[in-house]
């Protein structure tokens, strides 16, 4: 049985909610889980890992912009083969967005540790997270967590979310960061697949049956203007109809990788 490209490798967590994104190789160091580990060990995909199976023409399209700009900078050097400029040239398109991934992490972890252990965030990173903090502050009232793996046993996935709260109004919502690029002086653009991680989510950590009564909202931090924070609030009625749709994603996901988490060990 094939593995489809856009379910080899990703994010794995196993039954009792421990991430398993790598594994051990016998020549030393790790490789990236993939989906005959999966199977073989029962783990659960990633929410991110089962939106891999739509087309994402957003993140297409930057990626082709990447990959243009490097080609439009650099040229084929005198004797060097296509093959290995064309190689050279997707490395050069990419290494800006390994660096932002890092710079994310790091993001990700301060407000982590901001919220849950009142840990004073980073002189470096206070210019990202700092109005990250006075915006939530105005709406937090309980953290309920940050940065915790999720498993839904119902539907078949899991994930970790960036941070479960009760606001002043005592309501639950759920957060979602994106820290990337923005254009300045340009409006941020949003994709439909950030409503359905959040509903994914909002739904796992409280229940479907509370999504009517529920909020959640991405929050970008743009990594090349700093300060710059943008929301996107998804009020109860879309988030009941995300999760409707991620649903179905799911059993397309299953179909399309021949493998239901629900009933491992399948050959």
Known sequence: MGTPPHAASGHWYTVDGRPLHTLPVAAGGHRPTRLEDARALGLYPSVTGILKVIAKPGLEHWKMKQVALAAA??????????????????????????TARNLGSDIHRALERFWLDQVEIPDELQRYCGPVVTLLRRTVGTVLAAERVLMNHQHGFAGTVDLCVRTRRGNPAVFDYKARK???????????????????????????ENLPKMHGANILISTNEPGRVEVKHYPPVELVQAFETFTLICELWRRVNHYDPRQPQQS
């Open 73 to 98: 900078r650099g040229s084929q050097n005198p004797g060097e083969h296509e093959a290995d400029f064309v190689q050279r040239i997707l490395e050069a398109g990419f290494a800006a967005a390994g």
């Open 182 to 208: 923005t254009e300045p002086g340009k409006s941020v653009v949003w994709y439909d697949e950030h409503i359905l991680q959040v509903a994914a989510y909002a739904a796992t950590a409280f229940g479907e």
